[in-house]
């Protein structure tokens, strides 16, 4: 059975850092394009970073914060690295992955038959 587990997020100040981190099982993201997504309340789920196979990366445009996302084939897990936190990037923020045939575009993933985790929250105080 396929599944995504995130930890790491958290309570930061504006200006802090996390680390989310991805463990999937049922699956090896090393044949899947995985990803992080974002969402708030009153809002749709919105891409924030993603990689391919072969690690190639994509970054949403509208996140004001630094972000590095990254895997590790061997443990089957991802991870996203965010530094200099701000207020507005505070939500639920959900890992993401594609088996099989897909693609990135604008932080996000291209593809069908999306596999979600259950989301870690990131609440980051001004």
């Known amino acids: 059975r396929l599944s995504l587990l995130e930890s790491g997020g958290g309570s930061v100040q504006a200006g802090g850092s996390l680390r989310l981190s991805c463990a999937a099982s049922?699956?090896?993201?090393?044949?899947?394009?995985v990803g992080w997504y974002y969402q708030t309340p009153g809002k749709e789920r919105e891409p924030v970073a993603a990689l391919d196979q072969d690690a190639r990366t994509t970054y949403s445009d509208a996140i004001n914060a630094q972000l590095t996302i990254s895997k590790d084939n061997e443990k089957n897990t991802v991870y996203l690295e965010m530094n200099n936190l701000k207020p507005e990037n505070t939500g639920l923020y959900y890992c993401?992955?594609?088996?099989?045939?897909?693609?990135?575009?604008?932080?996000?993933?291209?593809?069908?038959?999306?596999?979600w985790g259950q989301g870690t929250q990131v609440t980051v105080s001004s």
């Open positions: 993401a992955a594609v088996v099989g045939l897909c693609g990135l575009w604008e932080g996000g993933i291209l593809g069908e038959d999306f596999n």
């Open positions: 049922g699956f090896t993201i090393r044949s899947s394009c």
